[in-house]
């Protein structure tokens, strides 16, 4: 099976030079956890997690320490929020490099990149790089069990 598959054709994306603050507003509206970055071709240029805009207001000690469960409550630092500037920068400022697969990859390796690069969702691009799909852990993973079908029909619960 290729991700081709099991991949959603309509992404959600966004501009590099597009604002922090639009890519939050995204986010928000759209309940998703990765924002493919795109030039204006459709070329996949960089990923943007929540986890990426999350760390603009994550306080220092969280990156410092191993363990924080001691911590119950974070005070006032639990409705912190990024400064005007901040969301006005543009978002190839907190982007990542682009981790993609084409649509010919086979299902397993997509998911060892997901896991290797710790990413909710895997953009699918076509060979020239263009963003033709996304597919996420459920996506991948639900596929790769359903491709189990001899297993699971001798006594499903």
């Known amino acids: 099976m290729r991700i081709s598959d099991c991949m ?40 943007l997690t929540l986890r990426n805009l999350l760390a603009l207001v994550m306080p220092d000690f969280v990156r410092l320490m191993e363990d924080f469960d001691f911590v119950h409550d974070f005070g006032a630092v639990e409705t912190r929020q990024p400064s005007p500037e901040t969301l006005s920068r543009p978002v190839r400022e907190v982007m990542q490099p682009p981790i993609s ?22 953009p699918i691009v076509t060979p020239d790089s263009r963003l033709v799909g996304i597919a996420s852990r459920v996506d991948i993973g639900t596929a790769l069990l359903a491709s189990w079908r001899t297993s ?4 499903a619960p």
Do not use: Y
């Open 8 to 47: 959603k054709p309509n992404v959600v994306s966004i501009t590099a030079s597009a604002s922090i603050g639009q890519a939050a507003a995204l986010f928000a509206v759209r309940h998703i956890g990765t924002l493919p970055v795109i030039d204006g071709t459709g070329r996949l240029v960089g990923l």
């Open 101 to 122: 697969v084409e649509q010919t990859c086979g299902l397993l390796r997509a998911s060892a990149l997901l896991r290797h690069h710790d990413l909710l969702d895997l």
């Open 152 to 155: 699971l029909e001798g006594g």
